[in-house]
């Protein structure tokens, strides 16, 4: 009942178009920060590395063995994978624009932040952003993907059909 309304209702996409514009300032501005400021995420990923010791750890060992053996060599690869996917998960939220693949995007970089021992909003954001993705296409209804989803419905409709024809 909860899920049918959170997809089907007009109230519904009023609300989650203000929780996704929420989301979409914040990883907008986290995004730009970086981008214009030359984001080095080399110091944060061995903190996080360094998190995976101690008598109380906050960075599971697997994780950490990730960030040490692939992460932190490809740190270059990593500051530009964070800083670029903060600015386009934030403007795709913020203006509805293919809106459940940027919330799904954000969610993964949600959990590698937690991963690597950061709270912050992080889990604030990973709720939010389930609400997002649970209603599919009526969390972008107002937005850009009121024009854009049903283009690519009808491209899909088209190819399926000249695929049978053949």
């Known amino acids: 009942m909860f899920v049918n309304w959170l997809r089907e209702n007009q109230l519904s996409s009023g609300l989650l178009t203000i929780i996704r514009l929420y989301l979409g300032y914040s990883w907008l501005k986290a995004g730009y920060i970086k981008v214009a400021g030359g984001f080095d995420a ?3 990923l061995q903190g996080a590395i360094a998190k995976a010791t101690g008598e109380n750890p906050t960075v599971q060992g697997w994780w950490a063995s990730f960030l040490e053996g692939f992460a932190l060599p490809n740190a ?23 809106t459940t693949a940027a919330a799904f995007f954000g969610i993964i970089m949600n959990f590698a932040f937690i991963f690597s021992g950061t709270i912050s909003t992080n889990p604030q954001m990973i709720l939010l952003t389930i ?16 024009f854009i989803i049903p283009y690519i419905k009808l491209k899909t409709k088209r190819k399926d059909n000249t695929a049978e024809i053949s």
Do not use: H, P, Q, T
Request: charged share 10%.
């Open 131 to 146: 609400f997002i993705l649970v209603a599919g296409y009526n969390a972008g209804k107002i937005g850009i993907d009121r």
């Open 76 to 98: 270059g690869l990593f500051s530009f994978l964070v800083a670029w996917g903060e600015l386009l998960v934030g403007l795709g939220l913020f203006l509805g624009c293919l």
């Open 42 to 44: 080399s110091g944060y």
